[in-house]
């Protein structure tokens, strides 16, 4: 006899009453854990702060560089005309209690710590011998290396706060959306300057270049507008590819696009040459290999034969040729590699050449011995381009065996993250990546290092990478 049931149902074995439930909630978190596979590395992720299994317990990493983030911005709709503020410095003296905490648990930090003890002790060196002028003694030289000593100090209080986390990845994530979401809306001010006449909306006089308008947003700065757009598109990027995400392609696409209008080449040429590790990161070793020989073809044809690459050819041939002389970028780096000739192998000391101190405790007399008081920006009433060229800095100041030193320190502290994508082929190390080598190639014309914006998400993402890598050594 057979059972009819009401609604067009079938009749229901016997065995399946006996089926456990499976709940409607079970089945959306698999089908999430089943969409978070990372395509990079070809493995299931945890879903991070959203997800069951990745649930975020501790956001302290993550809470210091949102709250910072937001109290800048805030700093510089306040005060637009602003080139830089003191939070970062804050944030350091705040982080120093987890940065020595982290001292004592992290081999890798000591050495870098080591790294930056002989570096300074270098600079001091040549203070002894050549006792420049010019600028208060010896407390020009003990605040520049205060200053050199503030993005190690940084990146070693984020490395507690990662290695004390339980979902470190997760965090870093966060932190990429948090930059995503802060480029998105400095996007909006951004197409009101390309469209404007030259006027911006908190009172910026934007340049005129090519045709349009540089803009400026929200950051009260070009370039650091152009890094801000730069890492978002980059970290959407990571999204896209990592999850297959189909807005973060979108937005990856329309931030990329802003990164072109804004015509800052040192922002422009990193993200054509991060691309190439995202794509590299999804194969094996062998595809790999022709990734890259597809992309330096590609980053070839766009260098050669576009006018993307006619903007990056044109702004190195102008600091290359005669009329760069005459710019203080330039000069700061020929005069960076005379003094460090001149002064062999110490260089003049801390606090005299390319550095704050050097026109902020009075006016270095190299900048007279040396021919660059008449230069415009380098002149002591308007000393504002006087940290466009870093590494003059590092030439002068410390010399050639400082400059190995110094370059041994950024391997050691920032390289890591290079190191961390190559041996672990672990995609999370590729934004890190993306902000390392931004912060290299913006070292060529101003202080990234030092940077209220830039220098701390250095620090932030660089201290993920080294956590990750410590994890890993230990579970090994």
């Known amino acids: ?49 959203i997800g069951t299994r990745g649930r975020l317990r501790s956001i302290s990493a993550l809470s210091v560089l949102v709250v910072y983030l937001i109290s800048l911005q805030i700093y510089y709709i306040s005060i637009p005309t602003a080139s830089s503020s003191l939070l970062d410095e804050s944030l350091a003296g705040i982080l120093v209690f987890y940065a ?55 990146e070693a209080g984020f490395l507690f706060l990662f290695l004390k986390s339980r979902n470190p990845k997760a965090e870093m994530e966060s932190m990429c959306i948090a930059i995503i979401v802060l480029a998105l809306a400095n996007s909006a001010l951004v197409l009101y300057d390309l469209t404007s006449n030259g006027d911006n909306l908190l009172g910026h006089s934007l340049q005129f270049r090519n045709g349009l308008y540089q803009p400026v947003g929200f950051q009260a700065y070009q370039v650091r507008s152009a890094a801000l757009t730069m890492l978002g598109a980059t970290f959407a990027i990571y999204f896209a590819i990592s999850r297959r995400s189909t807005i973060a392609q979108m937005i990856a696409v329309y931030l990329a696009a802003l990164v072109f209008a804004h015509q800052s080449v040192k922002e422009l040429a990193t993200f054509l040459l991060i691309l190439p590790f995202f794509l590299a990161n999804r194969g094996k070793q062998g595809s ?59 260089g003049s000391g801390g606090g005299t050449f390319g550095s704050a101190p050097s026109y902020q405790l009075g006016y270095s007399d190299l900048y007279y011995y040396y021919g660059m008081n008449n230069i415009y920006g380098a002149t002591r009433d308007h000393p504002s381009f006087l940290q466009d060229a870093y590494w003059g800095k590092i030439l002068g100041q410390s010399g050639f065996s400082g400059t190995v030193v110094y370059m041994m320190l950024l391997y050691s502290a920032f390289g890591i993250v290079f190191k961390l994508n190559r041996e672990l082929r672990n995609s999370s190390a590729l934004p890190a990546c993306a902000v390392v080598l931004l912060a290299l190639m913006t070292s060529t014309a101003s202080s990234p290092f030092s940077d209220d914006f830039l220098g701390v998400v250095l620090g932030a993402f660089s201290a993920y990478a080294l956590s990750a890598l410590i994890t890993a050594k230990k579970t090994a």
Not at 292 to 303: E, M
Request: charged letters at 20%; proline letters at 4%; hydrophobic letters at 50%.
């Open 1 to 49: 006899m057979r059972m009819r049931v009401r609604g067009g149902a079938s009749t229901v074995p016997p065995e399946a009453s006996r089926r456990p439930e499976v709940s409607s909630r079970t089945v959306r978190a698999r089908r999430r854990q089943f969409r978070n596979v990372d395509v990079l590395t070809e493995s299931v992720q945890a879903r991070g702060a």
């Open 100 to 154: 020595l905490r982290a001292y004592l648990v992290s081999l890798r930090l000591q050495y870098i710590f080591l790294l930056f003890a002989i570096y300074a002790g270098l600079t001091l060196v040549g203070n002894l011998i050549f006792r420049y002028g010019g600028v208060l003694q010896p407390w020009a030289a003990l605040l520049d290396m205060v200053l050199d000593l503030k993005p190690f100090l940084i």
């Open 288 to 346: 790999s290999i022709i990734i890259w020989v597809f992309a330096l073809f590609g980053l070839s044809f766009i260098i050669l034969a576009t006018p993307v690459g006619t903007l990056i050819i044109g702004r190195i041939a102008f600091f290359a040729n005669e009329s760069g002389l005459e710019t203080a970028r330039t000069l700061l780096l020929v005069r960076g590699f005379e003094i460090a000739t001149d002064h062999f192998p110490f």
